[in-house]
C-alpha cells in the first residue's frame, strides 16, 4: 500500500511539475504581489524561484490540500493568514532542497535526512483526501475479492487498511483473514442482511409475536428490525465501530451499510464519523496532528521521515508526537520534557533560595533574617552570606571584604548535587530562552505586514511584495530558534569535555551567532527594512543562519566526527 | 422504551414461573414493579456453597433489554466476584461501552438477548468457578488464591447463615 502510493504520489507530482509556476503565479495573484517582485529579486531570491519548481510534491501528491480545508477555512478567516501561509510554503522548502542537491545524499535516513524530508516528501493528507484514500482502497478490495464494499472496509479495518498485506493474507489463508475481521466466509457469501422476512415467530430479544420485520446477517441470527434498530443506535450512541451480531456466541461484524439501511440518517452519519476517525486511529499511514484544536490528520506515506508537517503548517515527531525535534532524539525530548515539568519550578526556587551547607552540602533554605545558619544536619555554623565559619564573624569579622581565594575555594567545594542543578539550568535558561525569542519573533512578520499597510496609505507607490522578504526571513529564523533550542537538550544529554561536545558546541555557536544577528536586523524598524542594502542583508544572513542550522544537522546526524 | 421492557419482563417473568429452572427461584420484589426482583440462587452441587441459599435483588432499567439489569446479594456472601456490598461484578452485568480497553470479549459483555435465565445461569457458574483475574472482593480474592482453608470457612459460615434465614 505504501509503495503504491508513494509511486502514485510520485506520478502526480511529475504530471504538476510543468503547471507548478503558474500555480505560483496564482498565488502570487492572490497576495496582490507584483510579478515583477519574485522575478527581480535578489540572488538568493532566484536561486529560491528556481527551487520553487523543483520543490513543493505537497501540492501535487496532495492536490486536494491545496483547494479545501485548510485554504478554504483560511480564507474566511483573515486573508493576512492566507498569505503567511503560502509564502511559508515558498521558502521553507527551499533551504532543505538546496541540501539535498549539495550534499545530504547520505544512505544514512537518520535525523537530518528525514529533517529535510520534511518538506519534500511528506504528504499533508486531509479528511477529504484521507476519505478518498479510504474510498479507493475499499473499492479495490472490493472487486478484487468480489465482495460488497462495506465487507472491504471491515476486512480493511481488520488489518490497519494495509491493503497489500490484507490481499496477500486473504490469498494464503481467505478463512482466518474473514475470522480475525469478523466476517463470514467464503466472502463470496454476501453478508447483506438476509432479505427481511415477515414472519409471524417471536423476537428473540422483544419476545413480541408477530408479524414482525425479521433481519439476519448471513450467520442467521434473526431479530425483528425495531430491535436492531435498537441495539444499532445504541452501540452508535457509544461510539462503537465494531458493532457485532447481537448473539453472544456470535462473532460476526454488522456491515456500514447494513448500519445505513436499519438506522435513521443521523445515527448513520454519526457511525460514519466514528469510523472516518477510526481509520486514522487504526491506519499506519497516518497520524492525527498532535497540536492543540488541530484536528487535522497528516499521511505519512514516507515512513523514514519522522518529521511532518500538517496542512495548518504544524510541525511535529511521528514518534512521541512532540514539535519537531532535531538535533534532539525522541528519547532525549521527553526526558528532558519529563524533567521540565518536574524539576524546573523546584530548581528555579532552590537556586534562588537556597545554599550548599560548606561542609556537607545539604541543600540549606533560610528561615529567618539571621545570617547565622546551623545546618541540621552537620551542625556545622556559617555564614549565609559569605558560607566562611560562623566563628570568624565573632572572633574576626570579615565577611564584607572580598577574598578572591575564598570565593575560589568555596566554588571547589560545591557539591556535585548543586553543580548538576547548575548545569541544568544552564540548559534549561537557554533552552526556554530560544523558546520565548522564538514566540516573539514569529510576530515580526505580522508587525511588518501591519506597519506595510499603514505605509502603503501614505505612500501608493508601495509595493506589497516589498516586505514579502520579512516573512521569509521570519520564517527561517523560527527554524533556526527551534534548533537552537533543542540543541541545549540534545547538549545537556551529551556529555561534557568531550570531543563531539566540542565540535557540537562549535557548530552551535556557529548557528547561534548567526540567528541572533538576524534577530536583531528583523527587529529593526519597517522603514529601515525597505532600504536596498538592509534587504540584501537580511536575505543574506537568513542564508547564512540557514547554512548553520543544516551544518549543524548534518554534523549530528555524521555522529559529530570532525 | 419502558413499555416494551414491562412487556418483555412480563413475558420472561410468567417463563421462569411457568417453567422453572433449577438451580434458582425468581419473583417480583413487590408485584405493583416489574423492574425489580426478588431471586434466591441454589449454592450449587460439589462447590463450597452448595447447601447455601442466598437471596439477591435485580433490579432492571428502564431501557431494558438495551441495558443490563444489576444484581445485589441481600443474603452474606463471601466470593471473589461479589462487591462487600453484595453487587455482582460479572462481565455479562457490564452495562455495553464500559470497556474500552477491550479486555472482555465481545461474547462475554451484556447483549440484548440475554434473559433472566441466561443471567442467573451465569451467577451460578460464577459461584462455581470464581475469576480472581478482575476481582471486586479483594480481600476474598487473595484468601481463595493464598488460604483455601479460611476461605473455605468464610463461605461455609454464609452458608449456615443463609439456612438460618430460610
Known sequence: MQRLTRSSARQREEETRPSLPSTNQNSSKRRKQSTENTVTATGNDQVSSDKVAKRTPEEPSNPTTAGTKP????????????QNQESDVEISEIPESDVSYFG????????????????????????????????????????????????????????????????????????????????????????????????????????????????????????????????????????????????????????????????????????????????????????????????????????????????????????????????????????????????????????????????????IEKNGGCNHMTCRKCKHEFCWVCLGLWQSHTDYYSCNRFDPDKVKASEDGKAKSRAALDRYLHYYHRYMNHERSRKLEEQIRDKAVLKMEELQKKEPQRLWGDVQFVGEATEKLCKCRVVLKWTYVFAHALEDSSSQKNLFCFLQEDLERNTERLSELLESEVENLLKAEVKSEVLALAAVATQSRLKLLQGVEEGLVA | MSEQ??????????????????????????????????????????????????????????????????????????????????????????????????YEKACERWSPIHTVETIMLSIISMLSSPNDESPANIDAAKEWREDKEEYRRKVARCVRKSQENL
Not at chain 1, 485554504?71 to 492566507?82: K, L, R, T
Not at chain 1, 478518498?132 to 476486512?155: F, I, Y
Open chain 1, 71 to 82: 485554504s478554504a477555512s483560511n480564507s474566511s478567516q483573515q486573508p493576512e493568514q492566507v
Open chain 1, 104 to 363: 545530504y545524499c547520505s544512505d544514512d535516513g537518520g535525523e537530518v535526512q528525514s529533517n529535510s524530508k520534511v518538506a519534500t516528501e511528506t504528504s499533508c493528507m486531509d479528511e477529504q483526501a484521507r476519505r478518498r484514500q479510504q474510498q479507493e482502497d475499499t473499492e479495490e478490495v472490493a472487486e478484487l475479492l468480489g465482495v460488497e464494499n462495506s465487507v472491504a472496509t471491515l476486512l480493511l479495518r481488520s488489518v490497519a487498511w494495509n491493503k497489500e498485506d490484507l490481499l496477500s493474507r486473504y490469498m494464503e489463508d481467505a478463512e482466518k483473514v474473514c475470522a480475525a475481521a469478523g466476517v463470514a466466509n467464503p466472502a463470496a457469501v454476501s453478508l447483506a442482511m438476509l432479505s427481511a422476512q415477515v414472519s409471524d415467530r417471536e423476537c428473540s430479544i422483544c419476545r413480541l409475536d408477530g408479524p414482525l420485520a425479521f433481519s439476519a446477517l448471513s450467520c442467521g441470527h434473526s431479530y425483528c428490525d425495531c430491535c436492531w434498530k435498537r441495539f444499532l443506535s445504541l452501540k452508535v450512541e457509544e461510539g462503537e465501530t465494531r458493532i457485532v451480531c447481537p448473539e453472544p456466541s456470535c462473532s460476526l461484524q454488522v456491515p456500514e451499510n447494513i448500519v445505513r439501511q436499519l438506522c435513521d440518517r443521523e445515527t448513520f452519519e454519526k457511525y460514519s464519523a466514528y469510523v472516518e476517525n477510526a481509520f486514522v486511529d487504526e491506519s499506519k499511514t497516518c497520524v492525527w496532528c498532535p497540536y492543540p484544536n488541530c484536528g487535522l490528520s497528516v499521511g505519512t506515506t514516507d515512513s523514514s521521515s519522522k518529521f511532518i508537517i500538517c496542512a495548518q503548517r504544524h510541525s511535529f515527531c511521528v514518534e512521541c508526537r512532540s514539535e519537531a525535534h532535531a538535533p534532539a532524539q525522541c528519547d532525549q525530548v521527553i526526558e528532558w520534557l519529563k524533567k521540565c515539568d518536574d524539576d524546573s519550578e523546584t530548581f528555579n526556587w532552590l537556586s534562588a533560595n537556597t545554599q550548599d551547607c560548606p561542609k556537607c552540602q545539604s541543600t
Open chain 2, 5 to 102: 421492557a414491562v412487556l418483555l419482563l412480563r413475558k420472561q417473568l410468567k417463563e421462569v414461573t411457568r417453567c422453572p429452572v433449577e438451580g434458582f427461584s425468581a419473583g417480583l420484589a413487590d408485584d405493583s414493579n416489574v423492574f425489580e426482583w426478588n431471586v434466591s440462587i441454589m449454592g450449587p452441587p460439589d462447590t463450597q456453597y452448595e447447601g447455601g441459599f442466598f437471596n439477591a435483588l435485580m433490579t432492571f432499567p428502564q431501557d431494558y433489554p438495551n441495558n443490563p439489569p444489576t444484581v445485589r446479594f441481600t443474603s452474606d456472601i463471601w466470593h471473589p466476584n461479589v462487591y462487600p456490598d453484595g453487587r455482582v461484578c460479572i462481565s455479562i452485568l457490564h452495562a455495553p461501552g464500559n470497556d474500552p480497553n477491550g
